[in-house]
Every structure is written in structure tokens, then in C-alpha cells.
């Protein structure tokens, strides 16, 4: 299989996933501003997710543009990262209804370890394909971005039943730590 047809399927389940999170936001009933109050929780999530799956999105752009052959485990490594994507809709949703409330808060954050984990996990599927000479190899070294995302999510887990906001805190310094495409791989791809 090329990485034309592995990019293309990954795209559309990206798609629908936020497709899937968009339709959760329900229209207000009422003509005031008053009326969106509510909602704040739920579009505060639907945002943080949303960036969160863009974030992914560009990443594996990437990440399969330094790709040259996929096989069996490449396969199933990215549907592995595309199963815990698909569940940020839920988690965002719960989180978001529920006004980021500890279980949920930290549900959320266990979705996010596992897509960054399954990310991983592809990211060494690929590495093992093309060797550790490849440039994809070059390029992710010690990962220490990755490993510090690990960490700062284990602790929003935990710390949301400390206090969510903290969570909260932990899980938007993470998406800004991402928010640039990896500029190792942006290098490698430039050489």
C-alpha cells in the first residue's frame, strides 16, 4: 500500500471525527446572549479538541511525508492512534457537559496519553520499516517533546481530582507545546 492511500483514509476519519464534535454543540434556545452561557463549557472543550485533533493532523502529515513504504504494523499502528482519536469526541463531550468535572476531566486526559502513546508507537512502526538511518530517525532523536507530553498528561490524570483547572492548564500547555508542526521533521524534510 503507498502512503498516498494510508494518508487519504487517515484524512477522512480526522475529518469525521470533527465532524462528529461539531454536531455535538447544540443550538441555544433563545435569542439573547444570555442564551450561549451554557454552552461556554461545551464550546471551551469542542475548541481545546479540536486543536488538539489539528494538532495530530498536521503531525502525521508530516510524519507520513518522511514515510517511503508502509506495511502490516505501519497499518495497524495508525489505526491504533485513529481508534484513541476517535474517542476525543466522547471525552470532550462528557467533559464539556459535565462543566470539566474531575472523572471526566481526567478521562479526557487518558485519551489524550493514549493517542500520544499510539503516536509513538507509529512513529517507531515507521522508524523499524526504514531503519534507524533513516531520516525519520534522525529527525524524532530522543523525542524528549514527546516524552515530556507523556508526562504532563499523567499528571493532569491525576491532578484532576486535585483540581480540574490545573488539568485544564496542563492539557493547553501541551497543545501549545505541539502547536508548531515538529520543527525536527519540518528540518529533515527541508535537507
Known sequence: MSRNRLEAFSDGVLAIIITIMVLELKVPHGTDLRALAPLVPVVL????SFVYVGIY??????????TERVNGKILWANLHLLFWLSLVPFA?????ENHFAAVPTSLYGVVL???AIAYVVLQRAIITSQGDDSKLAAAVGHDLKGKLSAVLYIAAIVLAFVDERISQ????IVALMWLIPDRRIESAIAR
Open 45 to 48: 472543550a469542542y475548541v481545546m
Open 57 to 66: 493532523w498536521n503531525n502525521h502529515h508530516h510524519l507520513l511525508f518522511m
Open 92 to 96: 470532550s463531550g462528557w467533559m464539556g
Open 113 to 115: 496519553l493514549g493517542a
Open 169 to 172: 492548564a496542563l492539557y493547553v
